[in-house]
């Protein structure tokens, strides 16, 4: 027999060096760099893009010109240096502009890499020989406008402290007023490229901060200031890099409403900070606090201090868009002490501008390099509000008229937004709440163009007293509200009956009954009609429409009796129908024949409850069309369990709006219960004149809705959760750990977006998400992909997420999860997980069956797990078989003659080498894959 050498092969991987068309060309001890780019027309897509470095003067000169990549597409562009300033000591800005039309809508991403970084970079690998990689990624989208990509204004200069709060902060700001985030990223060397062994600067703190507290490295996302406090196991003179990439994001709103955040692109300024040793202390800055401003209505006259704990002298320097010369007058000015900047019409946008203040001390050379302290202030420029609202009140035709003066900022506004209330409100609005003041319960009614002066309400009620705001609203992409105007409160004159109450005493089919209250009108501008009054009450069926059945009359009633006029309407079918009434009013009305009409009252209805049943819930909604608000108070839900008897608050909703109230059961799961329920509406007119008047309506205005039930319907399956199971590596794992061994199960049950939970009733493919509805979870193993699920092995509460399966003599198998819910139902699997075991097969080369009871029989070294059978042969040198066993794990040739495996053994075998084959199957998941063959010589021994 033939013995198999398994031979070695060697593969030499040869590689080679693409010459590409980035800027290489010389070593510039490069700081840092960034790229910007802006569009030079809406109309078109052609971009100025400008490639700013920072260089160290003391290496060669800089570059004459430098290559841009434009990805995807591979596109060079080339551009001559620009200029090149002094921006600190021994420090230059390197700058290179570049025009480039794009070919159409895409994500693009810019690059520019050259050689070399400085070499005192300790933070990575090799920095002499890696290059300076910076990258900005422009997303173009017809659908969101004009992107310019964010600017970064302050240069990455200043230089680390051991032992002191080291702070950078870019400067950034977004020309169209887009929202930037700030996060720290690995610096590149080229594109996809992190530089080799990084290690961020949290590697590199005191054991303390500069106050003596816990040591912090980080990025505000908000602010973009990177704080390093403190810098510590560096030599001084030593360098480091960081990436900060600052992202921008646009605000859209859709035609439903619906905000939304779209993604436009970075800029990656890389930068490097040197770290010196200095017995200098850094100044500290004083600043106020963020600002809010309304255009041509405030200024900002603000002092800004820095004190130095050594007694040096400071210098304070402010930075931000509003000092650029791009920036539309009038721009703000800072004369190292005062701040002073009266915004217009112009400025005003969403996003609060930024001011980067630094303090730099300076100290004496004997104590080392100059030290910084940072501070932002954030300043946002709101709209002013518009002045001069007046309300004029149209009793004749029910209607308010409102007028303001023009506004100021109309030719930069988008539109005009009114905003009205019920009642008049007790306090203004706050500084910086824009819009209609919160937590008010101001309404939007309509908008208008920015031009407007005056708008008609037409949807107003007798008796309601309302407040009325306006406010400005400014366009994408920069945004931005005004503040409202100052409010004005106003109501029609009472000159109709007014409905106090219309509430449900009864449910029933054929004898419900309804309590219907109303008072007199007693405000008559144009003078009191003759007395003395009249009233006939009509009902109509539904929420509003005719009212042609009479219920109700009262004649020669005193116009100064101020008694609530009260009366039951009974014999109504309460329990299916919504019914609403309308007041006529009479005067001259000593009785029918001598009542002249004068008008008549605002339709008022009973509350309807509609319930609609889910799995596991009930929807509660009640609808009503009252002359008075039911908004901005509670409303009371009761139930009751299988009759209409005994009730009990079960819950209270405020409706912030007058026309419906919503409330969904949770509670209502249990199967084969009828659930009852009714709701209490409180509500009120708002309006002082009417209290006045009639000093026991100073409570709110109570009514019921009628009785209804349902039951909940639950035949809908929970959604299967996510499974997972922890993973074995073989690399580590422990084969003499074991058996037995066991699998560590777990599972989220959400809707894909973190939620653990969706509303009762919602569903998702046909099954729902409903964590407080699970009862328990099934779990099912198989041992190999081959077989099949049976019943479950263990079921848990529904309030578990982990299994630990233990007790296996294999780890191979594979598992699915179900949720059932209270109800029963049972989801479908969970996605499938399947664990395997891992191999370990060694066998001796060498063993001594001389009787002295050590290595007298062949058989696997140990630990030998995870196997299930071994066909073992055994030749000899001339390829005769002398040994076989067919299925043995433990083989236990004893060294004798035994080529069939049907007896222990024939005559004992001479000492000498053998060769085998030794086929094992494996306990494996996938029993396709569960044999290897093995192959090797043994030597025996006597």
Known sequence: ???????????????????????????THLRAGQITASQLSPNS?????????????????????????IQPGGVSLTAPLLDEVPVAPLITRVRYVFTYTFPGAGTYRLGYREQFRNGCTV?????????????????????VGVNNSPILLAPPVDQ???????????????????????????????????????????????AISES?????????????????????????????????????????????GQVSYVFLGYVVRDMQIVVTQTTNRRPLLQVPGDAC???????????????????????ITATGQVFDSSFPAPRASFDGTTFQWAPSCEHIRAQPYQIVFKAQDNPPPSLGEPLVDIKVWNIKVVGPKPVNLQANVDNANDEITLTWDPYVCAAKAQKLIVWRKDGCSSGNPMNCDTGAPDGQGYVAIAELPPTATSYTDKRVKVGRRYSYRISAVFPPPAGGESYASDEVCVALAIDVPLFTKVDITNTDANNGSIEVNFIQPFQFPNGTPPSPFGYVVYRGEGLDGNANTPVFSLYNVNPADRSIISFIDNGLNTLDKSYHYRIAFFSNATDANSAV????????????????PKSNCIDLRWDYNTPWSNALQNHDIFQSLNSAGSFNLLAQFMPTVTEYGFYTDTGAGQDNTTYFYYILTRGSYYNDDITNEYPSLSVPLVNRSQINSAQPDDQVPPCPPVLSVQAIDCATFDFTAGPPFSNQLQWSFNNGNGSGSGSCGETINGCEYEASNIAVFRIYYKPNTEASYGSPIAEVSGTQFSFTHGGLNSLAGCYVITAVDQSGNESAFSNEVCVDNCIQFKLPNVFTPNGDGFNDVFT??????????????????????????????????????????????????????YYYIAKVRFLRVDPKNSEQLFQGWIHLLR
């Open 45 to 69: 897509l052609t971009y100025r893009i400008t490639l700013i470095v920072y260089r160290d003067t003391r290496g060669v000169p800089a570059d004459p010109q430098a290559t841009l990549v």
């Open 860 to 913: 696997p070294l140990e630990p030998l797990l995870f196997v299930e059978s071994i066909e073992f042969e055994v030749v000899n040198r001339w390829g005769k078989r002398v040994f076989y066993s067919a299925s043995d794990p433990a083989i236990n040739w004893n060294g004798r003659y035994n080529p069939d495996g049907n007896s222990s053994g024939g005559s004992e075998l001479p000492s000498g080498v």
């Open 597 to 612: 009409f004068v008008d008549s009252s605002d339709v008022a209805s009973t509350v309807r409850l509609s319930l609609t």
């Open 160 to 206: 680390a402290a051991l032992g002191q709060k080291f702070l950078h902060n870019p400067a950034a700001y977004d020309p169209d007023g887009d929202s930037l985030s700030f996060k720290l990223v690995t610096p590149k060397r080229n594109f996809d490229t992190e530089v080799s062994n990084y290690r961020p600067l949290n590697n590199y703190l005191s």
């Open 212 to 256: 003596g507290g816990t040591p912090f490295y980080g990025i505000d996302p908000v602010t973009g200031t990177v704080t390093w406090d403190a810098p510590g196991g560096l030599a001084n003179g030593s360098c480091v890099n960081i990436a900060i990439k600052v992202e921008e994001w646009r605000k859209v709103v859709n035609a439903q």
């Open 293 to 315: 401003v309304a255009a041509t209505q405030e200024s900002l006259n603000e002092v800004i201090t820095a004190t130095d704990p050594d007694g040096h002298s400071v210098q």
């Open 1 to 27: 027999m033939k013995q198999l050498n398994t031979n070695i092969f060697r593969f030499l991987i040869f590689g080679f060096i693409f010459l590409s068309s980035y800027s290489v060309a010389h070593a």
């Open 123 to 143: 933070n990575m690998s090799n920095a002499l020989e890696t290059d300076l990689f910076v990258e900005s990624q422009l997303v173009i989208q017809p659908f």
